[in-house]
């Protein structure tokens, strides 16, 4: 595996085996050598989102194309908080995921603000971000669901405006939307491992072997940033 955050190969959990999907990444380098701005300036698309409940999809549904990337939109710079916790996440992720800690801190810091302000747990939607996309902020599944949260377009309509839906691949937009996602079902499903098999389409799978990994996941990063506290105290 690459050191470059814009070649890894995501492996989307779940996904794969419940739905037989393969993430497929563009080959063009212009679309790359965008987003590798976008996530550097920590740019965020319209935050106009509607908050109206949508039915459990149907485990990543095929829903056709693509929508393109609107540029435009990722022009729009917003205020990133600054912590040590979010600095402490970013070089965790960076490390153990093979991609850029300064372009990872813009995404994690994206997740905490989310996480905030729509009462989702930051770490969950990091962890979340790692399981679907492996951070590849351009991953593409068969299903149609894109992006760094594996969001389909189409079928959350209702959670993105008119010309946020031809954007949801830029990564703070597409954060956003997948908070919201998430709320939502955890809401429905009571807990947060209902609310993440909900999330995978996966709800009748006994074993809840989808909330298992991400919530592995998020176990991991709250041992290693709490290692490194004690180290830093020593």
């Known amino acids: 595996m690459t050191a470059k955050w814009f070649h890894v190969s995501p492996r989307l959990g779940g996904l794969g085996k419940q739905w037989g999907s393969k993430v497929r990444q563009p080959a063009m380098h212009v679309v790359l050598a965008a987003f590798f701005v976008v996530v550097l300036s920590a740019s965020s698309a319209p935050r106009a989102l509607s908050v109206a409940s949508a039915a459990s999809p149907p485990a990543k549904a095929a829903m056709g194309k693509t ?17 040590a916790t979010i600095d402490a996440v970013a070089a965790l992720v960076a490390r153990k995921y093979r991609v850029s800690e300064q372009a990872t801190r813009g995404l994690v810091a994206a997740a905490y603000r989310e ?24 991953a593409q599944s068969e299903g149609g669901a894109v992006g760094l949260m594996q969001v389909i377009p189409q079928y959350h309509a209702d959670k993105l405006g008119a010309t946020e839906l031809a954007a949801v691949l830029e990564p703070h937009l597409n954060i956003r939307v997948g908070a919201k996602i998430l709320k939502d079902y955890i809401g429905r499903g009571g807990s947060e491992v209902a609310g993440l098999q909900l999330y995978n389409g996966a709800s009748a799978d006994p074993t809840n072997a989808y909330a298992n990994r991400v919530l592995g996941e998020k ?16």
Do not use: C, M, Y
């Open 67 to 83: 929508p393109d990337i609107d540029l435009a939109a990722t022009q729009r710079h917003v205020a990133l908080p600054r912590s």
């Open 115 to 138: 996480g905030s302000q729509n009462g989702v747990d930051p770490l969950l939607l990091v962890a979340v971000i790692a399981v679907e996309s492996r951070f590849n902020p351009i």
């Open 219 to 234: 176990q991991w990063l709250q041992n290693a940033i709490a290692r490194n506290k004690e180290r830093a105290r020593a």
